[in-house]
């Protein structure tokens, strides 16, 4: 039986934003080891979670093509003989994917730490949510994510306020990492990258103004105009700092906690703009 289940189970998840991001070697698996000092941003979806007669899964707001990530957590976690009942799960979808604020990955964490909370047991499904589910999963609110994503050392938090910009094009992440060998003549160094990460992290922290922030996958964003426009009105807006999160499409800027302005960004291109 499922603990608590009178009631339905509303969850919180979360998103993240990648203060640094440095990609490293490829790796023999096809993944490439990254360096990355990683911020939670404050909740920008919800889940909810009930008791039915079979499994649901219902999603308002943005769409997701595919198999969802809560599906495949909750199907290899069945696999591994937990006798979860049949669920009906509402998602409240604010992040549109292929962002890079890895809301997929949040969903998953929550999902998991949900089914975890009613009485079962989740490990065999943490690598369901993704690379950065480890982060989500840690509870950390600032980490240095290094790996594949999978090695997460939490790191002082850093108190900020954040203004994030979904544009109205996706980024594969998979094109995106194939992309980027082919640009660059040698990967980062991991270790220059976790002391450049600290450095940021300091200066942040300090409210100290950074700007652009170190990400690999600048040199694939440097083909659109519409980023230096955005990062030069976070500049005027006096943002401590500013860049892209993951591979993109999303950039952001951030401000000492409470001090983010209200401002004015209305061109065609954007298609999302979340307020953290």
Same mark, same amino acid.
């Given at each position: 039986m499922m603990a608590a289940a009178v009631s339905p189970l509303t969850v919180p998840s979360y998103a993240k934003i990648n203060l640094t991001l440095r990609i490293g070697p490829r790796r023999p698996d096809g993944y490439h080891e990254l360096t990355s000092l990683v911020w939670r941003t404050p909740p920008v979806e919800?889940?909810?979670?009930?008791?039915a007669a079979r499994d649901a899964l219902s999603v308002t707001?943005? %769409?997701i093509e595919?198999? !969802?990530?809560?599906v495949k957590a909750l199907r290899m976690i069945r696999a591994e003989g937990e006798n979860v009942p049949p669920l009906a799960t509402a998602l409240d979808k604010r992040v549109p994917p292929g962002s890079g604020l890895g809301a997929?990955?949040?969903?998953?964490?929550?999902?998991? %730490?949900?089914?975890?909370?009613?009485?079962? %047991?989740?490990a065999v499904a943490r690598d369901a949510a993704g690379a950065d589910g480890y982060f989500f999963l840690s509870g950390a609110q600032t980490a240095l994510m290094r790996g594949i994503g999978n090695d997460v050392t939490p790191c002082r938090a850093a108190e900020l306020s954040c203004i994030a910009v979904c544009p109205n094009w996706p980024t594969n992440t998979a094109r995106a990492y194939a992309r980027l060998d082919?640009?660059?003549a040698k990967p980062q160094d991991m270790e220059e990258a976790q002391r450049e990460a600290m450095r940021v992290l300091d200066a942040l922290c300090a409210g100290e103004k950074v700007g652009l922030l170190p990400n690999d996958f600048l040199a694939l964003a440097a083909e659109r105009a519409?980023?230096?426009?955005?990062?030069?009105?976070?500049?005027?807006?006096?943002?401590?700092?500013?860049?892209l999160t993951g591979s993109g499409s999303a950039a952001f800027g951030v401000w000492p906690f409470g001090k983010a302005?209200?401002?004015?960004? !209305?061109e065609p291109w954007i298609r999302t703009i979340l307020r953290l």
């Open positions: 919800s889940l909810t979670i009930a008791p707001g943005c %769409q595919g198999e !969802n990530v809560l997929g990955s949040g969903n998953g964490a929550a999902f998991l %730490q949900a089914i975890e909370t009613l009485g079962f %047991q989740i082919g640009l660059r519409e980023y230096g426009e955005l990062f030069a009105a976070f500049s005027d807006a006096g943002a401590l700092a500013w860049g302005p209200e401002l004015e960004l !209305n």
